[in-house]
């Protein structure tokens, strides 16, 4: 059985202190690089491992930030929590994965803090959740939201820029000769959520060309799966509408779209293109690989984690500030900030291709 290295015993090895052993272990900038490597040879040589548990409860923390996503099964979200994962472990927190289904009661309930206790921030990217049930929040826990919904409350958002995303689609299918644009996966009933972000670029786009941007080009799906593309683009054809391009809310129906139009005998590209959005590992592979907008997903999930962490020293510091009674921050001494990551544009077969 192995026994457990302590920082004293790194110290003796290292003829130092205990507390220049930890100085070096936190990563203190006040360290000679001499005596920093004189320290970390001695923790190389004995192996030592920092207890991070311990380490979080004394400075009153659990050491585990949480992830809340609509769908955990979506490609999309589960490689942004890949993301998340590893740069929280930079850190050194843990993350906790929360799937809500985008049920605006589940979002309620993981953004009031049912698991308070266990979590020392959140990471949310909420569908159904409205302003009023933010502005309940009533714990101090630090909230990150994700995503293109517009709530003017004191949290960090983090968010691309989805019309000038969806207008850069259209610009692209446009340069490639096409001119009758449909766009699958409209959801309208609420004008901050991405999907009407992007129809509103698609929109953007094709007036600024002089085309026209009827709503019989325009497909809503019930959800955003293969499923809903594949039924949406049925139904498209199916109306006697036969669009030249296809931009779809994201790769999931673009993919379920081309499978259809491949039944239907039409060639992707060569009768109808098609760009998705998202940029999952999945469009990379097809018969006919997918055209698609992606999103800095790496750069998504290093804002998100950052921001966290930064709130959280903002806590401590407060703590630690005898003007501020019981060692809370004042409602509105910190303002939120709009985080923007960038996304480009990668082109494949499904509009350059020779289909």
Known sequence: M??????KDVAERAGVSIKTVSNVVNNYRHVTPAMR??????IDELGYRPNLTARHLRKGRTGILALAVPELGNPYFAELAGAVIDVAAEHEYTVLLDHTGGRREQEILVSQGFRAQVIDGLILSPIELEREDLLARDHDAPLVLLGEREY????????IDNVAA????I?????????RIA???????????????RLRGWRAELTEAGLPAPDSMIAPTGGWDHADGAAAMARLLDSGVLPDAVFAYNDLIAIGAMRVLSERGLRVPGDVAVVGFDDITEGRYGT???????????????????SLVE???????AADDPETPGGTRPPGSTRARELRADFRLVERESTVGGG
Do not use: M, W
């Open 37 to 42: 490597a004189r320290v970390q040879r001695a």
């Open 311 to 317: 709130r959280l020293r903002e806590t401590a510091g």
């Open 171 to 179: 610009r692209h299918l446009l340069a490639v000769g096409r001119s």
């Open 152 to 159: 003017d409350l004191p949290y960090d958002h983090i968010a």
């Open 166 to 169: 969806a207008r850069t689609a």
């Open 288 to 306: 006919v690989t997918l055209t698609t907008i992606s999103p800095d997903k790496q750069t998504i999930a290093r804002l998100a984690v950052q």
């Open 2 to 7: 192995r026994v457990s290295v302590s920082l």
């Open 183 to 197: 766009f699958l996966g409209a959801r309208t009933d609420r004008v901050n959520e991405p999907s009407h972000l």
